[in-house]
Structure formats: C-alpha cells, structure tokens
C-alpha cells in the first residue's frame, strides 16, 4: 500500500495476517499471534553484546528484526518486542504510545476509536499470558491468563491514578510486581536509554541464562526453557517437566518441541560459558 513502510508486508506475512482497520477486534488478534510467532528470549541480546552490535544500537533494526525471526526464529525481551510492536501499530494506523513499567519495563499503551477513544493496555514482552488488550480503566477487576498462569492490572489506592501489574502462577504471587502511570508515555525507545544500558549489565536478568519462552494457541500449551530447565504448561493447568542433560538434548528440544531448527542455542551456550556461566547446574551433574 502507498505510504506504508516496506518492512509492514514482511511483519504481517510473519504473523499471517491481513491489514484492517485499527479496532480492538484486530489488536487482540495482533497480540494472541506475535506471542505465537515471536518468542521471548535473550539468545539474540547475548549475540549482540558479544559481538559489540551494543551499544550502537539499543534495539535491532526493523528490517533485522524481521530477518533474525526468519533466520534463527529469534524473538527477543520486552524492549526489542514491544517496541517493534509498538512501530507495527503505529504503521497500521493505531494510536499508541510507550508506556513505561516499573524500572525495567516497557508495554504499549493503545487508544481505541471503536471503544470511544479508550486506552487498552498491551504487552508481548514479559512472558505472560498478556493474548489480549486489557482494557484496565473499564475492567478494573480484569484477568488475563492461560493454564493456572495470571495477569492481573489494579488501581493503586491512594495512587494518584498509578495502576499495579501483578503475575499469580497457580494461585500463587510471583515475580515481578510493577506499577505504571497510563498519563505517563513516550513516543520513542530512545526513553529507555538508561535502562536498556543496564539491563546490559554483567549481572543484568538476562545476561547469565539461556530463556525461551512462546505461546503455541493451537497445541493449547506454553513452552519455557530457562538453562536446562523445560517446562510445558497446558491450558488445564497441569504442568510437565524436564531436566535436559545436554545441549543435544537442548537442541533436540528446541527443535521438536519449539519448532526452532535454527535457534542459536549452541552458540548462547558458548558465550555463556565464556562468562563462566554454565546452564547446566552441578547438581544435575553429579
């Protein structure tokens, strides 16, 4: 189409999607496909700090977003995710802004004509089961979740207007709790500068695993690797898991299960181990 990005036709034909007018309708199935298609990883932000595309880019381009999905079925963290998202949006002729979360996240706020003009909150970079907008300021008392796994975004008492986001994994609270401000957003990843920088860190979240982590709607399960942990969560909420001995049987997972043939998984590793981290635990060894 006329005065369309060129890289918008690669990003729907990734998702296998058609272009439609901006509606929450179409923003729900823009959410439930990218946490299909993109994983959550680290694989690629490990490659390009080894390899020094960082500091010279907070976040890849476009058009390297698109290709590494391609490539090595790379994915990434909030950052990479939701601000591509966010540009994917914004081309398609949503009215969306960044909205920062907590002190080292990022999420999308979109306001929606089909709903009066009111703002929905959305996030496919914190491996949750975020499939749909939340529509916050009307559903005050909203959960979105999938297989014993939560979401939920409360108002904060006496707040100001803050709202709280809050993960409960089998009934049970979990980690991270954030709050945001939805009158507090920014139209640029260049705001997260600071974070992006220390999350770059040598002790950084992400800096000292190997995390993967997709949504597969169609098998109605949830797959996650963190090191050599493998764990499949299903929509009824049981939960099967597996201790990987090696990177055979890593890459075997990521491969069969994943459906990732070319996930740089071997070469995480390598760099990994080159920081003196292992994935494999001397317990599981011993």
């Known amino acids: 189409m006329w005065g369309s990005p060129s890289w918008l036709e690669n990003y729907l034909d990734l998702l296998q999607l058609e272009r ?3 509606s929450f309708a179409y923003l729900e199935q823009i959410c439930r496909r ?3 298609v993109f994983p959550f990883e680290n694989a690629g932000k490990l490659i390009d700090h080894h390899e020094g595309r960082f500091p010279s880019r907070l976040v890849p381009s476009m058009e390297e977003f698109l290709e590494r999905h391609r490539a090595q079925q790379l994915g990434g963290t909030c950052y990479i995710l939701n601000s591509h998202l966010f540009r994917l949006l914004r081309a398609l002729g949503f ?6 979360v907590g002190e080292s996240h990022v999420a999308i706020l979109v306001r929606l004509p089909d709903l009066g003009g009111e703002r929905v ?3 496919v970079g914190s491996a949750s ?3 749909r907008p939340v529509r916050f300021e009307t559903e005050p008392q909203n959960r979105t979740g999938f297989g014993g796994y939560e979401v939920r975004l409360r108002p904060v008492e006496d707040g100001e207007g803050r709202w709280r986001y809050t993960r409960h994994i089998d009934g049970r609270l979990g980690e991270p709790i ?3 401000d ?7 990843i260049q705001s997260f500068s600071k974070a992006i920088y220390r999350s770059y860190q040598p002790d950084g979240a992400f800096m000292t695993i190997l995390r993967c982590q997709v949504w597969q709607w169609e098998r109605s399960r949830s797959l996650s690797l963190v090191n050599n942990r493998f764990s499949i969560r299903h929509q009824d909420g049981a939960v099967e898991k597996r201790t990987l001995a090696d990177r055979k049987a890593i890459r075997q997972v990521m491969e069969e299960e994943f459906g990732y043939p070319d996930f740089p998984s071997g070469r995480v590793m390598d ?3 080159e920081r003196g981290v292992s994935v494999f635990p001397k317990s599981d060894t011993a």
């Open 20 to 22: 439609e007018e901006a």
């Open 95 to 100: 009215d969306c802004r960044l909205l920062p």
């Open 121 to 123: 909150y959305v996030d």
């Open 182 to 188: 939805p009158d507090t957003t920014v139209s640029s």
């Open 178 to 180: 954030w709050t945001f």
């Open 34 to 36: 990218h946490l299909a």
């Open 271 to 273: 760099i990994l181990e």
């Open 129 to 131: 089961p975020l499939y």
